[in-house]
């Protein structure tokens, strides 16, 4: 059973499309991420989700909007994609949002904007 | 803010070597600290973690102590394996924030 899952895992497409990356979790968890790791691998966070309401929205552009139809889901859609959009985007989850909650990651989105 | 600072990589090894890699934070109240592993085109793993000071995660050989008096959580491991070879992360999960922050991953190459 994969406990957190995202499609696709990998997607290739033209600068200006728009784009949706989707997670999935069956842990039960209550709470959501969204990571990018650029070519170095440095991990940042985007948004939090905790049951379906946003909790952090670091400074990500408004080109990104994460969509959370329940608990279980969290998508990410990129409009007017750009060249620097292009990544590994990695969904997590946890039981709560504490700070001793171990986050569970999916297996990564390999974006790239050509 | 929050920060991770790791020790730059590669760390390149011999099979049966001892492994250190550094980490040492920067926060305010007492974070949770943790080690994540990422093997080849997968996600990231918990490897260990230490919730409060003094604390030792432990797993897989590998460990880690929470010192709060030097703010580290150096990972250790006493014989390494081929098998290892990964990029390790440090993070940081703070009280108020609900989102790990993480270092800047070490890779660590074992040879046989």
């Known amino acids: 059973d994969t406990a957190v899952s995202q499609t696709p895992k990998y997607l290739v497409t033209q600068m200006g499309n728009d784009k949706s990356i989707k997670c999935e979790q069956n842990?039960?968890?209550?709470?959501m991420y969204w990571y990018k790791q650029d070519s170095k691998k440095f991990l940042k966070i985007m948004f939090s989700?905790?049951?379906?309401?946003?909790?952090i929205n670091e400074t990500v552009p408004n080109r990104f909007s994460p969509k959370s139809p329940d608990k279980a889901h969290l998508n990410l859609h990129i409009n007017s994609l750009e060249l620097g959009d292009s990544a590994v985007y990695f969904c997590?989850?946890?039981?709560?949002?504490?700070?001793?909650?171990?986050?569970?990651f999916g297996p990564g989105t390999r974006l790239t904007v050509l | 803010g929050n920060s991770v600072t790791q020790m730059e990589g590669p760390v390149t090894l011999s099979e049966e070597a001892f492994l250190t890699i550094n980490c040492t934070y920067t926060?305010?109240?007492?974070?949770?600290l943790f080690w994540y592993v990422q093997y080849p085109g997968e996600g990231l793993q918990l490897l260990l973690k230490?919730?409060?000071?003094?604390d030792k995660g432990s797993n897989k050989g590998f460990e880690a102590t929470y010192r709060k008096e030097t703010t580290s959580f150096h990972l250790e491991k006493g014989s390494v394996q081929v098998s290892d070879s990964a990029v390790y992360f440090c993070?940081?999960?703070?009280?108020?924030?609900?989102?790990?922050?993480f270092g800047s991953g070490t890779r660590l190459q074992v040879q046989p």
């Open positions: 230490a919730t409060k000071a003094d």
């Open positions: 997590a989850s946890s039981q709560g949002g504490g700070s001793t909650d171990t986050q569970y």
């Open positions: 993070a940081l999960g703070d009280t108020g924030r609900r989102a790990l922050t």
């Open positions: 842990l039960g968890h209550d709470t």
């Open positions: 926060a305010t109240g007492y974070p949770s």
């Open positions: 989700y905790n049951n379906k309401e946003l909790i």
